[in-house]
C-alpha cells in the first residue's frame, strides 16, 4: 500500500528559484526520509526528519514535518539545472519496522536553465 | 554509489527465459533489497533480506526468487521472464552504522521482449 505521496507530480522552474514538494503519509512515523534520483539512475539519500523534529536543513535542502497533519515539504532554495530530477519521500513500512520502507511515486522536477 | 554495485546494468531477453540480476556491496551492511521501479508507479519492493538466513518477501514477489549468497550478495532471479517484468532494477543496503538510510545501486534496466 502506498504510505507516503508527493505532490505535484511535476514542477518546472527558472534557476535560482526555490522548489517545494510535499509529502503526504497516511499512518504514524518515526522519521521520514528524502531521496532524489537522477534520471534512470540510483536513488540517493538526501536528508532524514524524525518525528519529534519540525524543521531540519542541509545546505540548501529544508525539510519541515507535521506529524499532525501528516505531511512534510522538501523545500530547495535557489535552484540549479543540476538539482533537476526525481525527489521521492519514503517513510517505515506501516508493519512497523525501520528498515523497511515505503516509498511514494515521486516529484519530477525540471530547473530550467 | 560505486559500493552497491549491479550486473548487468542493461539485459534483453525473452519470454520465458530465466535470468539472474546480481547485487554486491562492500559497505558492510547486513540488510539488503530489491526493488523495481515502473514509470507512475513508484518504487516497489520484491524482496528484503536483514542477514543471510532472514529473507522475506515484499509487495510485489511473485514471479521472483532470491538468493543470499553472503552478507555482501544479494541476487534476483525471473525463473521465467514476462514482458510485464519489463523494468528498471534497484538494489539497495542499508545496516547498523547507517540505521534506515538506505544505499541504492546504479540499477539494472531490464527488457523482456
Known amino acids: 500500500s502506498q504510505q507516503g505521496e508527493e505532490d505535484p507530480q511535476a514542477l518546472s522552474i527558472q534557476e535560482g528559484e526555490n522548489a517545494t514538494m510535499n509529502c503526504s503519509y497516511k499512518?504514524?512515523?518515526?522519521?521520514l526520509q528524502w531521496y532524489r534520483q537522477n534520471s534512470g539512475r540510483g536513488l540517493v539519500h538526501l536528508i532524514l526528519?524524525?518525528?519529534?523534529?519540525r524543521e531540519k536543513h542541509s545546505g540548501r535542502l529544508r525539510v519541515t514535518l507535521d506529524t499532525s497533519k501528516k505531511s512534510s515539504s522538501l523545500l530547495i532554495t535557489a535552484s540549479r539545472a543540476a538539482d533537476t530530477a526525481s525527489y521521492f519521500c519514503?517513510?517505515?513500512?506501516?508493519?512497523?519496522?525501520?528498515?523497511?520502507?515505503?516509498f511514494g511515486k515521486g516529484t519530477l522536477l525540471t530547473v530550467n536553465p | 554509489d560505486a559500493d552497491v554495485t549491479q550486473t548487468p546494468r542493461n539485459r534483453i531477453t525473452k519470454t520465458g527465459k530465466r535470468i539472474m540480476l546480481e547485487c554486491s556491496q562492500t559497505k558492510g551492511h547486513d540488510r539488503m533489497y530489491w526493488y523495481r521501479q515502473d514509470p507512475g508507479l513508484g518504487l516497489r519492493l520484491i524482496y528484503y533480506?536483514?542477514?543471510?538466513?532472514?529473507?522475506n518477501k515484499g509487495e510485489i514477489s511473485d514471479g521472483y526468487s532470491v538468493s543470499r549468497q553472503a552478507q555482501a550478495k544479494f541476487s534476483l532471479s525471473l525463473e521465467s521472464a514476462i514482458p510485464n517484468q519489463t523494468a528498471l532494477y534497484f538494489c539497495?543496503?542499508?545496516?547498523?552504522?547507517?540505521?534506515?538510510?538506505?544505499?541504492f545501486g546504479p540499477g539494472t534496466r531490464l527488457l523482456v521482449l
Open positions: 526528519i524524525r518525528s519529534n523534529e
Open positions: 519514503a517513510t517505515p513500512n506501516s508493519g512497523g519496522s525501520n528498515y523497511k520502507l515505503t
Open positions: 533480506s536483514f542477514d543471510v538466513k532472514d529473507i
Open positions: 499512518t504514524s512515523i518515526n522519521n
Open positions: 539497495a543496503t542499508s545496516g547498523s552504522g547507517s540505521g534506515e538510510t538506505q544505499y
